[in-house]
């Protein structure tokens, strides 16, 4: 019995429960790598990108431990296939295209430790989304993800030419406009019904 | 014979147009009409609550650049909008105390962190609605029908309620047209949108008032017109089109124009000027997303009402229209057409 | 006539509209102005290397002799102004507040308007160096402000040509007449500057550029007319900066100039209105320039109107004569948009000065505007003719980005017009911290080492 | 251990030890992994399966066992209890002679803010719904999340009809909320007020799951009888 | 390494000489480098899990029980683990014990488990707990390490109880769930939402900033500039 349709899957995972302003995935990058715009955006395709291929990683190894029944393999699998996605997307771009290697490639080491990427894993199992589910999920969170990042970097870009007060410089300004921002999200709820 | 010093200064040495402070000033002027209606309508609950966000608003504005050390910091009048027109998004009724934190916020939140005015990336009147909006969800959804005949002699217990206590309702609750669109499918007929015969936040109302005071703000080159008219065309232009295909599920184009707060959102909370892009095509473009936004709240998402929300997206999202659209700098790009 | 009201006249986008005042001095004719008791010669009144002084302290001279020759190819010779005793060559005080190379000249009571003739060159029988070199040997630079030297400008770079000649007549700086009276009056010598002109640069048509607020001065030039010569009138929009360059050629032409560009590299040549006219007055009789028209005007001043002042008038005497208020409180050479304010009266009249503007206190600009943070109201973006976007220079500016302003926002191509700081309801002087982001921009690369 | 010792060492350090290494760590991790999940898999089992009965016995007043049946798309078949993996899976409870109560079914739909998710009582009988109990919801607190505490809300699920037409395919009528205080009928639900959207949600939910559970239920009720 | 082992084993049990530096490796992360507070590390679990007191004391005491447990293992394994496998090594450490507290949890209260949902699994992804066995264990004593871990787990804690006060008493008027207020109470529900935990934290640095602003500007040689950074 269907439930959720696939529309509402990517519209929840992008925008109504977007991973950055709502749960909180990914919030290091959030505030690490959105400082400018350029970055953010790369970062987020890269994010994207290596959701995409994790997501469907993750179903594989899902459907694998509930078949030799080792559930609590889950998360050490679950990390271990991320980390080594990762070396291996690096890997691939770096032989067949090293343009977008340039453009990635500093940024796919920091995805690993991305709580975005496990954490998309680890809730389309929770969710018990099929396969084509888990892509449309992951494809949601990655775009989500970028959107949350890329606002960001475009507000950050205008507020270092700000008369900031001094109290507020650094991460507290960060935080109150991802607080903002994440008021502003919160007019997507109820979405894709 | 001549006098010793003469001042110098760089060219040039004339200046002309108008100035921030009498901009802001005229603002406020386009505002009053539509604050007079609001404390009409609504009676003594409205004018409490718009002078308790006045004060609020001036207050933290005050305090806070006394506290950094800036001189003199009403005299740009831009406060005096913020407050205003945070009070005149709040239902009448609501609670003074709430309308008090939702004023600091507004503020502190919404501008003095940011580096006061010119500095805000979003609309602080917006900022300070949107905090209450999520803080107390209840009281901000809770509307005061129109003219109630004690309006000018009773003031509704919900209105004095103690900070930190639940409001207490003793007065007749209406229900906005948009949610009575929404939930009942049950359209408000337009000439009492127009007019204002309406129950719905303060100052939203009167789409008549609020209209006239943008076109004065228009006639006075005070404010972009570009803003509201491609925000309240597109949304026009999406209701039309939509109405026409399945008229059951989708109102009309006047029907969405006039209900809610819109009018009040395209005239004077999208067009802050500081928080939405600089450049015509930019202000044009800014327009059409955030009327595209509110569409897709109030039709497809769960709130009744989205012109909040769409334009704090507006404002997140003008710093990216700002980067991408910029006029072709004078002899860059084409080369000269003709020989 | 309800046809012409219909049709537009040509012109550029954006710009502003300021008061004109120029009702005051466009109906004054050009009269002649008194010898000072000292005149001061700067050594550099144009852009380009100071010119060398050729004569000695104590030498006396004709009005018109030269006193100092060119140094180079960017350098224009200066000549007396006056007969007189040359006093001192020394520093003398200039606009720009420092003491600059100079000579001292004082004419004899009473000297003559006699000059001195040189050695003819008529247009039918020169090349286009020879009348180059005679507008250089003329000492003829930019009059409309610029002061560049104009045979620079008609020198045509190798591989380029020009097929247009501009002359600039659209005077778009409130308060100055000067170029106005010089097509009332001088439509003759206009029509000799043109033919040399056309034969210097090679352009098979010459076009004069006349703002609609001076029709007299278009009908007066259309009159004028000869039949041989392929030159017209045309009538552009009264706005500012119309008279730049850049601006009138994109009204008339609707040629843009590249960005770093020159007007050559859309094969135009422009040359201002008062300059032309000096180039047909001088040339025929090989003349060098030793005065010039100049508008004297605003609220300080009792007699306004336009004079021909010779080069090196102190600025106190042209003010006393002129019978300025006691009480004036800003002095401006120039107009007041792209015009420079004096902090002494002590600094004589230049090539480049076309008008003084006085104020008293109470029509100056209001001491004590206040300055806002900037709203992002638009205004400036409005305004600027080349499309720049001046807030965002002017916060990258206030933030001391200056790399930034000049990579991403084009902060060179400012010609600084002054329309934004104009405009702006917060009063921020825009402009000028757009001369100091590119002054200091040209400091680093001057130091930077070549590559 | 001297600097002239260490120093070789570390260079030296090839793939076998490195293999050494990652295995004696792994078998570390392995034991305390595997010790762990053995001790706390019958706790974690018991408290899950009191806390789906408590949910049960709410949504099906006088139950006091349950039965797990699986629907494969035929025919229904009891289902091991202690297994939460399965899927399409509903509870009959019993009362304490071994008579059906009615059927505990789980649904799922979106909500304001995210999914829903709720168990209800189905009572075949009756043809109602009898009970209802919020499983998980992130609806928005003090607002939409009075759907699971609400007492009038909850008063609309006593007897939520949800009878089937005459071709026994689809509902006779849609569950459907409307506006607090406006119920007149017994298929519709009396929204709470100021929550309109959450509320209307949970008819949304009801009314999918019921549409499809109920003509399955009314074909097979024998199979989940016998059992 | 601060001290030199005389055998392999001689790590496992190597005290170092008084007490005086163990408490400072306490010490230093409950305050002058509170994970949370100073170095701004593990946002995700901080903001996430924050709006009740419990749940913020259960996801504190679980990070803490994995951070002490890593950095036991990892120090005491420093000289066995290859340079070049070192952080692979660490994660599986790491996600042992995540898996290890995550089945406690469940095992313990069901409730707490469904409450912090997935956050308990992603305290492996926690830079805290690799950046502390990366930069610290690996370099220091068991004992050492222990303290260590300790200390930025109670930090932790308590950065995270700091955020769970605020948020719940003023989202949902209680304490650990106990009701402060009468039922007349309003809640601030924006405090329980996630933009109340961006507002909560951003509220704690704005004061400690403010602290510190205080202090440095009472030392008049240091500018203010200095301090902002």
């Given at each position: 019995m269907k439930t959720e349709s696939l529309w509402f899957i990517f519209l929840n995972a992008s925008l109504i429960n977007n991973f950055v302003l709502a749960y909180f995935l990914g919030i290091c990058p959030f505030l690490g790598v959105s400082g400018k715009l350029s970055t953010a955006f790369r970062m987020g395709m890269a994010v994207i990108f290596v959701m995409l291929i994790s997501s469907m990683a993750a179903y594989g190894i899902h459907a694998f431990l509930i078949w030799v029944d080792a559930p609590f393999l889950q998360l050490i699998s679950y990390i271990v296939v991320i980390a080594s996605t990762v070396q291996l997307v690096e890997m691939f771009i770096k032989r067949f295209s090293p343009s977008l290697f340039k453009a990635l490639g500093i940024f796919l080491p920091l995805i690993t430790t991305n709580c975005a990427i496990l954490g998309l894993a680890l809730f389309q199992t929770n969710k018990g989304y099929n396969f084509i589910e888990s892509f449309v999920f992951a494809l949601g969170a990655g775009i989500g993800f970028t959107l949350a990042l890329v606002l960001m970097a475009g507000l950050r870009e205008k507020l270092d030419f700000a008369e900031v007060p001094v109290i507020a410089k650094g991460v507290a300004l960060t935080l109150l406009v991802g607080g903002i921002l994440s008021l502003t999200f919160m007019g997507f709820a109820g979405l894709g019904g | 014979m001549f006098k010793k010093t003469l001042h110098i200064g760089t060219s040039p040495h004339i200046i002309g147009g108008s100035s921030t402070d009498q901009i802001m000033r005229n603002v406020v002027f386009a505002l009053l009409p539509v604050a007079a209606f609001a404390v009409y309508t609504f009676g003594l609950s409205a004018l409490l609550l718009l002078i308790t966000a006045l004060a609020s608003c001036l207050l933290t504005e005050y305090f806070l650049n006394r506290w950094i050390g800036k001189s003199s910091p009403l005299s740009d009048w831009s406060v005096t909008i913020t407050g205003l027109l945070y009070g005149l998004t709040l239902p009448p009724h609501l609670p003074l105390w709430m309308v008090f934190v939702g004023g600091v916020i507004a503020v502190a939140l919404g501008k003095f962190i940011f580096g006061g005015l010119g500095y805000n990336v979003f609309n602080p009147a917006l900022v300070g609605r949107a905090f209450i909006q999520a803080a107390f969800p209840v009281a901000i959804t809770t509307w005061m029908a129109p003219f109630l005949p004690d309006r000018f002699s009773h003031i509704p217990g919900s209105t004095l309620t103690l900070p930190f206590l639940k409001p207490v309702y003793d007065i007749t609750s209406g229900a906005t047209p948009l949610s009575l669109m929404k939930f009942e499918h049950h359209t408000t007929d337009t000439y009492n949108l127009l007019m204002g015969m309406t129950s719905g936040s303060t100052g939203e109302t009167s789409a008549l008032l609020i209209l006239l005071g943008g076109l004065y703000l228009i006639a006075r080159k005070m404010m972009n017109w570009r803003i509201p008219v491609a925000l309240l065309g597109t949304v026009y232009l999406i209701s039309t089109v939509l109405h026409w295909s399945n008229p059951d599920i989708y109102p009309g184009g006047l029907f969405m124009l006039f209900s809610g707060g819109l009018m009040l959102g395209a005239v004077f909370m999208a067009t802050d000027m500081v928080a939405s892009p600089i450049t015509p095509l930019g202000a044009t473009v800014y327009g059409i997303i955030i009327g595209i936004m509110i569409y897709v709240i109030r039709v497809w998402g769960g709130l009744p009402e989205g012109v909040m929300y769409a334009i704090l997206f507006g404002n997140a999202v003008s710093p990216h229209i700002d980067n991408f659209i910029r006029p072709r700098v004078y002899g860059t790009g084409k080369q000269w057409s003709k020989s | 006539m309800l046809f012409d009201l219909l049709k537009k006249n040509p012109t550029f986008r954006h710009g502003i509209h300021p008061p004109q005042f120029k009702e005051d001095t466009r109906d004054k004719p050009i009269r002649h102005f008194p010898f000072a008791p000292v005149m001061i010669i700067p050594l550099a009144q144009h852009i380009g290397k100071p010119s060398v002084p050729v004569v000695s302290e104590g030498q006396e001279v004709t009005r018109g002799q030269l006193l100092a020759r060119a140094d180079g190819f960017v350098s224009v010779p200066m000549h007396a102004p006056a007969s007189g005793v040359i006093k001192k060559i020394g520093r003398v005080p200039s606009i720009s507040g420092k003491m600059v190379p100079g000579i001292f000249l004082e004419p004899f009571p009473g000297s003559s308007q006699e000059v001195l003739e040189g050695k003819p060159v008529k247009v039918e029988t020169s090349t286009p160096e020879e009348i180059i070199n005679a507008i250089q040997n003329a000492g003829i630079v930019g009059l409309g402000g610029a002061a560049f030297p104009t045979h620079v400008k008609l020198k045509i770079p190798e591989g380029k040509h020009a097929d247009t000649l501009i002359i600039n007549g659209?005077?778009?700086?409130?308060?100055?007449t000067t170029d106005h009276r010089v097509m009332l009056e001088q439509a003759p010598d206009i029509i000799q500057g043109v033919r040399y002109l056309l034969k210097a640069t090679g352009a098979t048509r010459a076009i004069i550029g006349i703002e609609s607020n001076k029709p007299d001065a278009a009908v007066n030039l259309r009159n004028h007319l000869p039949p041989d010569l392929p030159l017209s009138v045309q009538v552009v929009e009264v706005k500012y900066p119309q008279g730049a360059e850049k601006m009138l050629i994109t009204a008339i032409l609707d040629r843009e100039v590249p960005s770093g560009g020159l007007p050559i590299d859309v094969h135009t040549v422009v040359v201002n209105v008062a300059t032309t006219a000096e180039i047909g007055r001088l040339l025929p009789h090989g003349r060098g320039i030793q005065e010039r028209v100049i508008t004297i005007t605003g609220?300080?001043?009792?007699?306004?109107g336009n004079y021909w002042i010779p080069i090196g008038t102190p600025l106190r005497y042209i003010l006393e004569q002129a019978g300025a208020e006691e009480d004036i409180d800003r002095v401006f050479m120039g107009g007041p948009m792209m015009g420079t304010a004096v902090s002494s009266l002590d600094i004589p009249i230049t090539k480049g000065t076309s008008g003084i503007v006085a104020f008293r206190e109470e029509e100056a600009r209001k001491k004590d505007v206040k300055i806002y943070p900037c709203i992002h109201c638009g205004a400036c973006v409005d305004a600027c003719p080349l499309f720049l976007n001046p807030s965002k220079l002017g916060i990258l500016a206030k933030f001391k980005d200056y790399h930034t302003m000049a990579s991403d926002y084009n902060l060179m191509d400012c010609f600084e017009c002054g329309s934004c700081t104009y405009v702006c309801p917060s009063h921020i002087p825009l402009v000028q911290y757009f001369r100091i982001s590119k002054l200091v921009l040209r400091n680093e690369k001057a130091k930077a080492p070549h590559v | 251990m001297t600097v002239d010792t260490i120093q070789p060492e570390k260079k030296e350090v090839g793939s076998f030890k490195m293999f050494q290494a990652m295995v004696g760590i792994g078998i570390i991790c392995a034991l305390a992994i595997v010790v762990t999940y053995q001790t706390t898999l019958p706790v974690i089992t018991k408290n899950k399966a009191e806390a789906l009965e408590k949910a049960i016995y709410k949504v099906l007043p006088g139950a006091q066992t349950r039965k797990n049946f699986q629907w494969d798309g035929q025919k229904f078949s009891e289902a091991d209890p202690s297994d939460h993996s399965l899927k399409d899976v509903i509870y009959t409870g019993l009362d304490a002679n071994g008579a059906m109560v009615g059927i505990a079914i789980e649904a799922k739909g979106q909500g304001f803010q995210d999914a829903i998710q709720v168990l209800y009582g189905f009572d075949p009988e009756k043809q109602a719904i009898i009970g209802f109990y919020v499983l998980d919801s992130r609806e928005t607190p003090g607002l939409g999340d009075k759907i699971a505490s609400d007492a009038a809300f909850q008063e609309n699920f006593k007897a939520l009809t949800a009878r089937l037409d005459e071709s026994g395919k689809k509902l006779e009528h849609d569950i459907q909320t409307v506006k607090?205080?406006?119920?007149?009928?017994?298929?519709?639900i009396d929204a709470i007020t100021g929550a309109t959207i959450s509320s209307k949600a949970v008819g949304n939910i009801l009314n999918h799951s019921a549409q499809y559970w109920a003509p399955i239920i009314k074909a097979h009720i024998d199979e989940l009888r016998t059992h | 390494m601060e001290s030199k082992p005389k055998g392999k084993l001689a790590g496992f049990f190597h005290f170092p000489q008084g007490d005086g530096l163990s408490t400072d490796e306490f010490i230093k992360g409950l305050w002058r480098e509170n994970p949370v507070l100073v170095q701004v590390l593990g946002m995700c679990p901080t903001l996430a899990v924050t709006n009740s007191a419990i749940n913020a004391m259960a996801m504190g005491l679980a990070t803490l029980f994995v951070l002490v447990m890593s950095n036991i293992l990892v120090s005491s394994l420093r000289n066995v683990i290859p340079k070049q496998v070192r952080i692979a090594t660490y994660i599986l450490i790491i996600a042992t014990f995540v898996t290890v507290a995550d089945y406690v949890i469940q095992a313990i209260s069901l409730d707490v488990h469904k409450a912090l949902g997935a956050f308990i699994p992603l305290i492996v992804v926690n830079c805290i707990i690799l950046g502390r066995a990366e930069a610290f264990a690996s370099k220091n004593g068991v004992w050492a390490s222990f303290m260590d871990g300790l200390g930025m787990g109670v930090g932790f804690t308590f950065a995270l109880l700091l955020l769970g006060f605020i948020r719940e008493i003023l989202g949902s008027g209680s304490l650990f769930g106990i009701s402060l207020f009468a039922d007349s109470f309003q809640d601030w529900v924006i405090m329980i939402l996630p933009s109340g935990g961006f507002f909560a934290l951003a509220g704690w640095l704005l004061l400690f900033n403010g602290l510190k602003l205080r202090k440095k500007q009472a030392q008049p040689e240091q500018t203010r500039e200095e301090v902002l950074i």
């Open positions: - | - | 659209a005077e778009c700086e409130p308060y100055l609220p300080g001043i009792k007699k306004k | 607090h205080g406006t119920k007149s009928k017994p298929w519709e | -």
